[in-house]
């Protein structure tokens, strides 16, 4: 049987809390099927050193990683990944960095990768790559005699055409997305975003459904939404930590319906909207005060990135207003913790809680989502409020559907979640419990590599970019 090699920018040790639905969904996959973990080691080096790889064993699976140096870390990944990529993807055009220097850097760091694990290659490995950072990997790596079968997974949205063509280099991105044999998306949205792009801006010819022949390559695009490992998800809520946690909660809260939030600490999760609706929950509703709390939890992320700080700062201050303005000496509406929760926690968070706020502005998928899905009680499930804009949206058709930059439609549907009568919240929460199980994350990873087996193997040589 071929190895899996998986590469991506983060990587986590799988026996940790990782903050982050990549980092999450790929443990959990290569938990299951051992193989190489390549991304890297999380370290910055001063400029000019030999960069150096470390490897590591956790279970089935070896984790090698390599250092970056100062000036390619600002470049590769502050820069060209988390500045210009991650907003433009995510419909952000007003927070985009265009500065020129990035993509140097983007490019050096693909080929840095590409030169590293060229030589731990097997001739029958299966290589899948990962998101936003690793773009021409693939290219990089045919440009030095690779022909292994190679797959690209992105787990964040694609933007329709006239969004990603603002991106000064967007042909040259996709261009490179043409080195892989299978390119997968989160949602039916992205791939009918990659089809109009390839077809209109590199005049690719369409050979297949989903499938194009440009740059003398032909690539096979699919949508592959990505889920959670439910049995494992709750193994943990019956697990002593999140039964623990569960009690301790219910005890803490047992006179007011919990709202609970658990998000990266970014400005595409629509956090500042959510608090506001939340706030207009508590004005418009009376009944609401002392009797709901919403707890959110935002973990630190990207902090070198300025409009992560300034997303940091509103939200503080929107929650210091908030309990200033409708707090009592026995209840303070909303609890904020700026950190990340120990993963064996979270289950018995979610079961504890009524309602989940799930309110990104764009988002790939949306892991919590699940999450929250699977760790109810089936006699007394909570409810999901969920973003029409979470790539979530497209299979969870019995959340309720908000469209997060209307406040008070939020908070209306917040006010009917806190109201749903239990007969209506097991039914929502059966067929959402369906899907999530028959989409899990077992069925992403093998839906995506049985695509990847049957792609016939890549011619090699091109001179790709
Ligand atoms: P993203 O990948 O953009 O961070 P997802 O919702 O898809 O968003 O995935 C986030 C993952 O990270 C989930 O598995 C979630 O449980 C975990 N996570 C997010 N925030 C926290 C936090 N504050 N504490 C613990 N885990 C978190
Ligand atoms: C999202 C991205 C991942 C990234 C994660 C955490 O899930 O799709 O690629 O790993 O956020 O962000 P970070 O920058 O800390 O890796």
Redesign the pocket.
């Known amino acids: 049987m071929s190895r899996l090699v998986v590469v991506s920018n983060r990587v986590a040790d799988p026996r940790k809390?990782?903050?982050?639905?990549?980092?999450?969904a790929l443990a959990e996959v290569l938990n299951n099927t051992g193989g190489l973990w390549f991304g890297w080691s999380g370290r910055i080096v001063e400029d000019g050193g030999q960069p150096s790889l470390h490897t590591q064993h956790a279970g089935p699976v070896t984790l090698v990683t390599a250092d970056l140096g100062q000036s390619d870390h600002a470049a590769y990944y502050v820069g060209y990944s988390n500045g210009v990529l991650w907003p433009v993807f995510h419909y952000r055009l007003d927070l985009a960095d265009f500065d020129d220097g990035y993509i140097a850097g983007y490019r050096r760091v693909n080929q840095q990768f590409a030169r590293q694990l060229a030589p731990l290659l097997r001739e029958d490995d299966i290589i899948w790559v990962h998101d936003y950072h690793l773009i021409p990997l693939a290219a990089e790596l045919r440009a030095l005699g690779c022909t292994q079968r190679i797959g690209f997974f992105l787990?964040?949205p694609l933007p329709p055409p006239l969004i990603l063509a603002a991106i000064p280099g967007h042909d040259w991105l996709i261009r490179a997305l043409f080195a892989y044999d299978v390119v997968g998306f989160q949602a039916e949205a992205d791939l009918l975003h990659f089809d109009n792009y390839v077809a209109a801006e590199a005049h690719a010819q369409p050979v297949g459904e989903h499938r194009w022949r440009a740059f003398n390559r032909t690539v096979q695009a699919g949508a592959y939404p990505?889920g959670?490992d439910v049995d494992e998800f709750q193994g943990l809520a019956q697990a002593h930590e999140g039964r623990e946690m569960f009690e301790r909660m219910r005890r803490e809260y047992s006179r007011r319906k919990l709202l609970v939030g658990?998000?990266?600490l970014?400005y595409?999760?629509g956090l500042p909207q959510r608090l506001k609706a939340f706030r207009a929950l508590l004005t418009r509703y009376p009944e609401t005060h002392r009797s709901a709390t919403l707890i959110q939890?935002?973990?630190p992320?990207r902090e070198d990135v300025s409009a992560y700080t300034d997303i940091l700062h509103e939200l503080e201050s929107l929650c210091g207003s908030i309990n200033g303005n409708f707090g009592e000496l026995d209840w303070m509406p909303v609890r904020y913790?700026h950190?990340?929760?120990?993963?064996p926690r979270?289950p018995g968070l979610y079961r504890a809680s009524r309602v989940a706020l799930?309110t990104p502005l764009r988002?790939?998928?949306?892991?919590?989502?699940k999450?929250f899905i699977a760790a109810q009680d089936p006699a007394d499930p909570g409810v999901l409020v969920l973003s029409r804009f979470a790539g979530a949206a497209e299979q969870l058709k019995e959340a309720l559907m908000v469209n997060p930059y209307d406040v008070e439609g939020t908070a209306n549907a917040i006010h009917l979640a806190l109201q749903m009568p239990v007969e209506e919240r097991r039914v929502r929460h059966e067929s959402l419990m369906a899907t999530i199980r028959q989409y899990d994350v077992h069925w992403w990873c093998n839906a995506f590599l049985d695509t990847l087996a049957q792609a016939e193997s890549a011619e090699s040589g091109t001179p790709w970019l």
Do not use: F, P, Q, W
């Open positions: 809390t990782a903050a982050g639905g990549l980092a999450v787990h964040i990505i959670i658990v998000d990266r970014d595409s999760k939890i935002a973990s992320s913790m950190r990340t929760v120990a993963r979270l799930v988002d790939g998928m949306n892991l919590v989502a999450e």
